[in-house]
């Protein structure tokens, strides 16, 4: 399975780890797809990724993807930067690419069926897992330490063995 397709982000808030998924090989990324207005998100998604964020921040990249698709006046970036501060979001957040009023550019590439959606990526940038709803913490630690665990493969694109 090759590496997971890059993310469209038309605007960052906070300091981003890498302006790009490829950026971050070598580093096992936590991804919580979100939208403010989404009780779901604020009730379980945001904070199991701020803790994450919080207990592994020298071992995993978190990222917000703030992926509106619906609610699109309510839910400007200007909205965006007061609510991670009413919610002390600290890891960079990226705003998903709008279309219109349809469904945002990475939510579509990547086939995420809704909000909060938590995504891992290990160390290669492949996705090992994408969840849509409450995830269990316990499953969610586990899963990061055996991936934390794999060794640190070197990837780089075009050369062959021999």
Do not use: N
């Not at 300091?15 to 790009?20: M, V």
């Not at 990324?29 to 921040?57: N, Y």
């Not at 009023?101 to 579509?108: A, K």
Request: net charge negative; with cysteine; aromatic share 6%.
């Amino acid at each position: 399975m090759g590496p997971t397709p890059e993310w469209e982000v038309s605007e960052w808030l906070g300091t981003p780890p890498a302006e790009t998924l490829a950026g971050l090989r070598g580093r096992v990324v936590v991804i919580e797809a979100f939208q403010m207005l989404c009780p779901g998100c604020v009730s379980h998604g945001l904070p199991l990724a701020r803790k994450v964020h919080s207990t592994l921040a020298d071992e995993v990249v978190v990222i917000g993807l703030h992926t509106v698709f619906e609610h699109h006046e309510a839910m400007t970036p200007v909205s965006l930067k007061a609510f991670m501060h009413e919610y002390r979001v600290t890891f960079p957040v990226g705003v998903d690419t709008p279309q219109g009023h349809g469904i945002p550019m990475t939510m579509q590439r990547w086939g995420l069926q809704g909000t909060p959606t938590l995504i891992v990526l290990d160390r290669g940038g492949r996705l090992r897992a994408q969840a849509f709803g409450t995830v269990d913490e316990l499953a969610l630690g586990g899963a990061l330490g055996s991936l934390l665990a794999e060794e640190t493969v070197e990837w780089s694109a075009g050369r062959s063995a021999g």
